[in-house]
């Protein structure tokens, strides 16, 4: 049984509003929408409260002068990956971790103001986290695209254009 919740349509269709711009008014959305204002309030608390979005500002690196990006990726001693992955993200450098399966244990994007910095995290940061055997660096030379919104909840298949 699946405990994910339900988005009804009332939600998505707020939701719709709120991916383009988390500011957008709740007034403006339940004019809209034709609902009452502590409707829309109300939904969005809900589906704050169980997880389902959040409603935060994201910061582009490029525009701060951040222009290294890496990713990195770890591979792990041992069976289980989780005290690399605790003092990887407590590194203020590094943006995502995550555990994977395939050709590495680990995947890190870490964010440098300069290539000197990237440097020191791979040659001094890195090698002083136990557990991690080796790493292999890719660095972004453009950003195609980027995005904080995933789409294929606006659609029944999970947006991968599958159906059971």
Known sequence: ??????????????????????????????????????????????????????????????????????????????????????????????????VCAGAHDVMVEAVFGSNDELYKFLTQTLRQIPGIRSSETSLVLKVCKESSSWNGWLSQDGGDGCRD
């Open 1 to 98: 049984m699946n405990d994910s919740p339900m988005l009804k349509q009332l939600d998505t269709a707020i939701l719709s509003y709120l991916k383009n711009d988390g500011r957008t008014p709740f007034t403006f959305i339940a004019q809209e929408l034709g609902v009452a204002e502590g409707t829309v309030r109300k939904r969005v608390a809900r589906l704050v409260e169980e997880g389902v979005i959040e409603i935060k500002a994201v910061v582009d690196p490029f525009r701060l002068g951040m222009n290294f990006v890496a990713i990195i990726g770890l591979d792990v001693e041992g069976d289980s990956p989780d005290s690399v992955v605790a003092q990887l993200t407590g590194a203020p450098q590094v943006r995502y971790v995550a």
